[in-house]
């Protein structure tokens, strides 16, 4: 009997068991230390042993819950684990609870609003919710269009702050891509740079500028070479910042930029 027939569908169980563990545990890590309250929100607070103090709050317009015995609490801006803390604080000091276990759950989100722009399935302006990172602001607009999204985002913070996201990194499980986002926040997909192709090629025309793009791909992009056009007489016509145009004459493992202009002259037979 063949040992390997029975190892992988192990080994495929064994993986789909540890990715839906580190699921949870992201999932966890975001709803406890990553949202911040804000007006609107609903909060689901459940004190263990004692049903009779757990009870539903909705943060009003200026940051605060109203709690029964406690009274008026400022939550605005904190974390779940924040307002666990300031509660069971206060049932101490109230008399009422020698050692409590509170747990906050964020029932709704209201509060905390991002916009994600550009070319993305369905942009606007989305709520957070308790796992509020890049990736899922994008699924929450219907992900990317991948036939014009560029290889990177820029993330806009609210007080204007600008960081660049590099969309391939993180669609290859790069973490460090996967930043948190805050409300107020703006992601903006912009479309893919590219560049042209014309002259002695089988397809000219407008093409996606791909990462490592150079000259000789371009041309094989464009279909190749037309029987009279020749790879040793190439130009690229290229702006410059003030806007003045430069034929640059290149090799074939040059590297494009962004809507350059490569035109393929004719060869001496």
Known sequence: MRTDSIERPVGRLLRSIALGALFVCNLALANGGDYRVGPGDLLRVSVFGSPE????????D???ITYPLIGALEVNGRSTAQI??????SFVEGGYLRDPQVLVHVAEYQSQKVSVLGHVANPGQYT???????????????GVNTDEAGDSAMLIREDGTRQPVDLHALFNGD?????????????????APQFYVYGEVQRPGKYRLERGM??????????????????RRVIVKRKTETGEEKHISVRSSDLLQPDDVLFVKEGFF
């Open 62 to 64: 200026t940051g605060m």
């Open 84 to 89: 666990e803390a300031m509660l069971k604080a």
């Open 128 to 142: 957070l919710q308790s796992s509020n990172r890049v990736l899922d602001m994008i699924a929450a607009a219907g």
């Open 214 to 231: 150079t000259v000789s791909r371009a041309i094989s992009a464009g279909g190749g070479l037309t029987e009279r056009g020749s790879e």
């Open 53 to 60: 103090l757990s009870n539903e709050v909705r943060v009003s």
């Open 175 to 191: 973490p460090a891509q996967n930043v948190v986002v805050t409300g107020g926040d703006t992601l903006y997909v912009p479309r």
